[in-house]
């Protein structure tokens, strides 16, 4: 039986990223080829698949090496290396892609740069988010790295306990999202503030892939039955949960959106251009 050699992947985790696998990285393959089939660009797409795959693997990998698997580790494990180097290979070729250009005139451009935050209520709820995840993220890293505050330890026990789970996949996440994604947070509430940071598009898309990827592998992991009873969410608590859970990870979704479909604010002025 092929768990016999990787019983990781026989965990809550495990089995729920082979379940993304399955589903959203095999769509994003086939809207891969098709555009390639097509002679359209797959730019935006490869790089959402990008940054999901990034996410799994650096979270699988070391949650298999430090949890309570760690012990089990074959040679089998190494068939997980491919998965390491291809996504950087094709990460770097899919960046240097010609991105789509949008026809924007200089003035229309110019008027929407002007705008401060406040005269952009989208950008402002998003800024708003930003820092609203940012400080969920260094929470809930405080919380794996075993913060002794009341609070933490009564969110713990009634709303997250999977946080605590000895498979360890759970506490991997938390603190790439503290120390990963709260400079990504950072970055793109800069982003929002001054204009003509082009590469706010790119990063965003990125970044949406891997919160997708990760938030589905960690709501799915607290709620599914092969993680031990005294780790998954409590009845009373789920709604709470997945509320909090759904909305940290739609908003990257909405913002890469955003910065894909209307990208005027980000665009480099002919000024700008010129002087790089």
């Known amino acids: 039986h092929y768990f016999v050699g990787e019983p990781y992947l026989n965990t809550a985790y495990g089995h729920v ?22 002679e359209e660009s797959y730019r935006n797409i490869g ?17 298999s090496i430090v949890g309570k698997y760690g012990t089990q580790i074959c040679p089998a494990f190494l068939l ?8 950087i290979w094709a990460g770097v070729r899919i960046y240097n892609q010609a991105s789509v250009i949008q026809n924007s005139s ?19 709820m998003f800024a708003i988010y930003l820092i609203l ?12 790295l075993d913060c002794p505050a009341e609070f933490c330890r009564l969110y713990v026990q009634h709303q997250e306990p999977y946080l605590k789970d000895p498979a360890a996949y759970a506490k991997i996440q938390m603190l790439i999202y503290m120390f990963y994604t709260v400079p990504y947070y950072l970055i793109s509430l ?3 503030l001054a204009p003509g940071c082009s590469w706010m598009p790119d990063l965003t898309l990125v970044h949406a892939g891997g919160l ?16 031990p009873y005294i780790y998954r969410v409590p009845q009373e608590a789920k709604m709470v949960f997945l509320s909090i859970n759904i909305v940290y990870g739609i908003m990257p979704q909405l913002l890469a959106y955003r910065c894909i479909v209307k990208p005027e604010f980000f665009m480099k002025s002919k ?6």
């Open 106 to 124: 200089v003035k229309v451009i110019q008027e929407i740069q002007k705008k401060g935050l406040l005269g952009r209520p989208l950008d402002l």
């Open 271 to 276: 000024q700008d251009a010129k002087a790089e």
């Open 133 to 144: 995840a940012t400080a969920f993220s260094i929470f809930r890293g405080m919380i794996v």
């Open 17 to 38: 990223i082979c379940y993304w696998d399955g589903s959203a990285h095999y769509l994003m393959y086939l809207l891969m080829v098709a555009a390639i089939a097509w």
């Open 80 to 87: 997980n290396v491919p998965f390491i180097c291809l996504p």
């Open 47 to 63: 790089l959402y698949w990008v940054g999901s795959i990034l996410m799994s693997i650096i979270v699988f990998l070391p949650g």
């Open 190 to 192: 800069y982003g929002l």
């Open 212 to 227: 997708a990827q990760a938030q589905f592998s960690h709501i799915g992991a607290s709620l599914h039955a092969r993680t």
